[in-house]
């Protein structure tokens, strides 16, 4: 069975730092576009940055210049760099792992974890 499991989240007041992790086992991982994801309490779930099995990135406005995404395919795990943390980043983040192949498409998720950016 797939599994992504994350890990990084936490209490951290605005300006901070924090780092999340989310690794994968049962998959190929290298071939898989991977990317985060976060939701908040009667919100949809929103698209955060998405790094494609080639390397290239692709943020939300909302967190460009101050997110980073990485992968490390060799460890199977993929990286949210989060700087400058406001109150509004406060969300659980979930972690995808996606690729279409054979002309459908597969999709997995983490359980989540949250992340609070609070004085």
């Known amino acids: 069975q797939v599994q992504l499991v994350e890990s990084g989240g936490g209490l951290v007041q605005p300006g901070g730092s924090l780092r999340l992790s989310c690794t994968a086992s049962?998959?190929?991982?290298?071939?898989?576009?991977m990317s985060w994801y976060r939701q908040v309490p009667g919100k949809q779930r929103e698209l955060v940055a998405v790094?494609?099995?080639?390397?290239?990135?692709n943020y939300a406005n909302s967190v460009k210049g101050r997110f980073t995404i990485s992968r490390d395919n060799a460890e199977n795990t993929v990286y949210l760099q989060m700087n400058s943390l406001k109150p509004e980043d406060t969300a659980v983040y979930y972690c995808?792992?996606?690729?279409?192949?054979?002309?459908?498409?597969?999709?997995?998720w983490g359980q989540g974890t949250q992340v609070t950016v609070s004085s």
């Open positions: 049962r998959i190929m991982f290298s071939l898989y576009d």
């Open positions: 995808n792992a996606d690729i279409s192949v054979g002309g459908g498409a597969y999709a997995y």
């Open positions: 790094i494609a099995r080639g390397g290239s990135t």
